[in-house]
């Protein structure tokens, strides 16, 4: 072995930052972060026959063991544990390393997703933003990324996580595509052609130019679990994340989610 398996908490934290700037640097810049990573003890292609890493690998490495984190035990979590509160404070503040799994909609596969039940992150990747409304608001991050949304899939991550946010065509069937096009000011459009069903979507071109911004500009975490409410629920509450307008009461970003609120309401 040419580096080491074993990492304080904050090596490995420096690391998924080098990680996550690697993958977003061009290949100028990539040699240097790679050097920086063997400076910490890092070899991924050496040690562990991994080219081209992404963060999902660096994640794998570390829930199954092949990667030792002083202070953390390494027993692989069971792909459906119920989720205790305890567990949840710990996700949120990064203690739980490895709880939620990264995805990245424009390098991996749908099918890294589990067809699982669960609940899910948002965040923007480094350096991106949200469109401007004129309205300030705040986020906090989650390892390292902004966090702007959270749900929850009741019956499989895979569909409602990937395939309905990041390439559905249909906005009137995802919160979370609804409230970014309406900051992109995208007209609306009825979902259907029953008079009755107010709910909307964009125009087929919109919708297309939605799917790439998301799939350009944001990352997914996300966790396999049994009860994903109670987790959606404290992780609104711990993240408060600008685009969740149900079940978020937090005074802060409250100018911010009306605004929203009458965009997405707007025609």
């Known amino acids: 072995m040419k580096g080491k398996d074993t990492f304080t908490m904050s090596e490995i934290s420096e690391l998924r930052s080098l990680i996550n700037e690697r993958i977003n640097s061009d290949r100028s810049r990539q040699k240097g972060i790679r050097a920086k990573m063997r400076r910490i003890g890092f070899y991924g292609s050496d040690d562990f026959g991994i080219t081209d890493l992404q963060p999902s690998d660096f994640e794998m490495l ?9 202070g953390k035990t390494n027993k692989p979590p069971t792909a459906l544990e119920p989720v205790t509160k305890d567990t949840i404070k710990q996700t949120v503040t990064g203690k739980a390393n490895g709880s939620f799994k990264l995805f990245d909609p424009s390098k991996h596969s749908s099918n890294d997703i589990p067809d699982n039940p669960g609940n899910y992150i948002v ?3 480094e350096g991106k933003k949200l469109p401007n409304i004129g309205v300030d608001y705040t986020m906090k991050t989650y ?6 949304y ?3 899939a009741g019956k499989s991550l895979r569909k409602r996580d990937y395939r309905q946010h990041f390439t559905g065509n249909n906005a009137g069937s995802s919160t979370l595509r609804k409230s ?3 900051l992109f000011g995208f007209p609306k459009i009825p979902r259907d052609k029953d008079p009755n069903n107010v709910k909307t979507k964009f125009k087929e ?10 799939q350009s500009n944001l990352i997914l975490f996300y966790k396999s679990n049994l009860n994903p409410e109670t987790l959606e629920n404290e992780l609104i509450d711990e ?3 600008p685009l969740n307008l149900s ?3 937090n005074i802060i970003n409250k100018e911010f989610r009306s605004k929203l609120s009458d965009l997405r309401s707007k025609k």
Not at 143 to 148: F, K, R, S
């Open 62 to 70: 570390i829930s199954s063991g092949r990667l030792k984190v002083i």
């Open 123 to 125: 965040c923007l990747k």
């Open 143 to 148: 390892q390292g990324l902004n966090v702007i």
């Open 150 to 152: 959270t749900g929850i």
């Open 180 to 182: 970014i096009g309406s």
């Open 205 to 214: 071109l919109d919708e297309i130019r939605l799917s790439e911004w998301m």
């Open 239 to 241: 993240l408060n994340p």
């Open 247 to 249: 079940k978020n009461r």
